[in-house]
């Protein structure tokens, strides 16, 4: 396998269309190269299946039921602004193309379009990504942001998938401090959990991990530094 096979084996893919024969015809093409590759057949559906798989990259047409494309892109920005978003379109209305470029969409293709060329610029967005995704958080440690996975000395940590949200969470606020209810409800949902349960919690991780991983900002919340990054 080469390495820009290897990229695009690690992204998922949502696919927003809702002519059903281009959707298949799309996924009979491009699926096998990718983790995975999901389908929804309209706005709305789209926006649910981007909030419960967490795509890398969404690829949309722009007319569709329910929800149009550019109002789905709109709300998807709004939860992950650095999305990338390619849409395509039978349309070449320059409006239309303005209002998404505006939207802040990384590709434009207009249909009927080549699979190949759609595939060669994921490749490309497959490379930026990979840039971005090791977090280094200090000389000893980094993170995955793809896989989730913790690094100590380019050594995989065995942390559970619990304790990878809790990083990646702190991660995604790496200036801020996130207060204890944040982090209860964001990794126990519909659970009751008390602060002693989340103190035993983030003591355990750092017993795997440093003492000095986590800072606890008394009676505020825990952070990873500006220090560590």
């Known amino acids: 396998m080469s390495n820009d096979e290897s990229l695009l084996k690690e992204l998922k893919i949502l696919f927003v269309e809702d002519e059903i024969n281009i959707a298949k015809f799309i996924k009979d093409a491009l699926s096998d190269y990718f983790f995975s590759f ?13 909030k419960k798989i967490n795509p890398d990259i969404v690829i949309t047409d722009i007319m569709m039921p329910k929800l149009d494309g550019l109002e789905m892109t709109k709300k998807i920005k709004n939860i992950n602004e650095n999305i990338p978003i390619v849409v395509i379109s039978a349309f070449s209305d320059k409006e239309k193309l303005l209002k998404a470029i505006d939207l802040g969409i990384t590709k434009y293709f207009i249909k009927p379009f080549d699979p190949e060329e759609v ?10 990504l990979n840039k971005h995704r090791i977090v280094c958080i200090n000389k000893h440690f980094s ?13 995989l940590v065995n942390i559970t998938k619990r304790e990878k949200e809790f990083i990646s969470l702190l991660l995604e606020n790496k200036n801020d401090i996130v207060d204890p209810n944040t982090i209860k409800s964001s990794l126990w949902k519909n659970e ?3 602060n002693e349960r989340l103190r035993t ?3 355990r991780l750092r017993v795997k991990t440093s003492k000095e991983l986590i800072k606890n900002i008394a009676s505020q919340g825990y952070l990873i530094s500006n220090d560590n990054i």
């Open 38 to 50: 999901t389908i929804a057949t309209n706005g709305e559906e789209g926006l649910k299946k981007f």
């Open 143 to 155: 993170f995955d942001n793809n896989t989730k996975n913790l690094f100590e000395d380019n050594k």
């Open 192 to 194: 009751n959990v008390t």
């Open 119 to 128: 595939l060669e610029y994921l490749t490309f967005l497959a490379k930026k």
């Open 201 to 203: 919690f983030i003591k």
